[in-house]
């Protein structure tokens, strides 16, 4: 069966992570994403340590760029000579979408801009997307993932009242919520172009990516002039709303209770009746009210079970509850596996990796992991010799020259 962007080809200057996580994406669905990358200015990922402290990976070897370009071709081109500049464009010439995620006017300044690729290829669609975007006073602004979060204010939100501003997660949140931002863009231009036959010029900002996801927050203080605050596990309108301890070391489970419903059934799944007629608890607002008190009670409960029998307990009566699984129990977890979430992907030089798998299931389209991360270069005779149809003799010339690199 055909997957859903077959025939699709991507020549793609992305690097590191968000611009990466986007187009590895397109993979899942048949498309042909071509990354560009040199010698000399390696990506980010392919050096980087599995975890601090340890030695930087062989360039082929590195988890993280592994698990960010999946199924992806490799071909090395330097841009800083006038012959790597017109192999790029010949490329792009036989291809339907141009992505990047450099600081703004980067690809101008390659001579890869916009107007230079209409050129080339009169219906081509060029995304890039960039911290700031592509025009405005901060546009050569440099940043990386955690900076997005400052902006945006997530930093801001995150953490407990009496505690500075919390990190959103591990390195790379931000970043794969544009790469999912990203994506979306080249869909709607590939549908355009489509319906039209049009080509365009598509520009992400990765600074209002982020203000999108706080979008209900900025409506509450446009509307209303109301600030978030810091409040932990807890939540703004549901309660009791927490993290708690459970039995074992370092284990946890979700709790939410949506409404008095709720409430009642986990009293009685708690064995609690008692509470339902409570004052301090009878209502959302008492609850919230009296959070702290409430917490402790929760707790001497679940500290006594497991979080898998906490979550059984809660959900039989229709309550919201799940362990706080670490990296460790993700793949073991027994709905993920059924579901096929993570799959194994051998790898010529790094051997077999466990990687996260497409959120999807299409019924009666394959949309999946087509094959490992490229070595380096790997695609380069591939595209040089056989779909640009480049004479062995040039192609020979291009890489003594350290064109072709």
Not at 130 to 149: H, K, L, M, T
Request: one cysteine or more; aromatic letters at 10%.
């Amino acid at each position: 069966m055909r997957r859903p962007l077959e025939g699709i080809r991507v020549t793609d200057f992305c690097w590191v992570w968000a611009g990466p996580a986007g187009t590895e994406l397109l993979t899942y669905l048949g498309a042909e994403v071509i990354r560009v990358e040199s010698q000399d200015h390696l990506c980010g990922t392919r050096r980087r340590p599995p975890k601090r402290g340890a030695p930087p990976p062989d360039i082929n070897c590195s988890t993280a760029y592994n698990c960010l370009n999946l199924g992806k071709r490799s071909v090395t081109i330097n841009l800083l000579q006038p012959q790597g500049l017109e192999l790029a464009k010949r490329l792009i010439a036989v291809s339907d979408v141009v992505t990047d995620n450099y600081a703004g006017g980067m690809m101008e300044r390659f001579g890869l801009g916009y107007r230079e690729l209409k050129t080339v290829k009169p219906d081509i669609i060029q995304i890039s997307m960039s911290g700031w975007g592509a025009y405005g006073p901060e546009r050569d602004y440099r940043a990386y993932d955690p900076v997005f979060a400052g902006l945006s204010g997530f930093f801001e939100m995150t953490g407990y009242p009496d505690c500075p501003p919390g990190k959103v997660g591990s390195f790379g949140r931000c970043d794969l919520s544009c790469g999912n931002a990203f994506t979306l863009c080249i869909l709607a231009a590939l549908i355009h172009r489509a319906k039209t036959g049009q080509g365009q010029f598509v520009d992400v900002s990765q600074w209002e990516v982020m203000n999108c996801n706080m979008g209900d927050a900025y409506v509450d203080y446009f509307m209303n002039q109301r600030s978030p605050t810091r409040q932990g596990n807890r939540d703004e309108l549901l309660a009791p709303h927490n993290c708690y301890r459970c039995q074992g070391e370092d284990k946890w489970v979700s709790i939410a209770i949506g409404n008095d419903e709720e409430w009642q059934a986990f009293c009685q799944a708690l064995g609690k009746p008692e509470w339902i007629g409570d004052t301090r608890f009878s209502s959302t607002e008492g609850r919230r009210q009296h959070q702290q008190e409430l917490d402790s009670l929760i707790t001497e409960w679940t500290v006594s079970r497991t979080n898998y029998e906490v979550t059984e307990a809660l959900q039989r009566v229709g309550v919201a509850a799940f362990p706080s699984l670490s990296r460790e129990e993700l793949p073991h977890d027994p709905h993920l596996t059924e579901r096929g979430a993570f799959v194994d992907v051998v790898h010529p030089e790094a051997g077999s990796n466990t990687c996260v798998a497409p959120p999807w299931r299409f019924s009666s389209l394959p949309a999946d992991v087509t094959n490992h991360a490229p070595l380096l270069g790997e695609a380069n005779e591939y595209v040089f010799l056989e779909l640009l149809g480049m004479p062995v003799e040039e192609f020979a010339v291009m890489v003594g020259e350290g064109v072709i690199y």
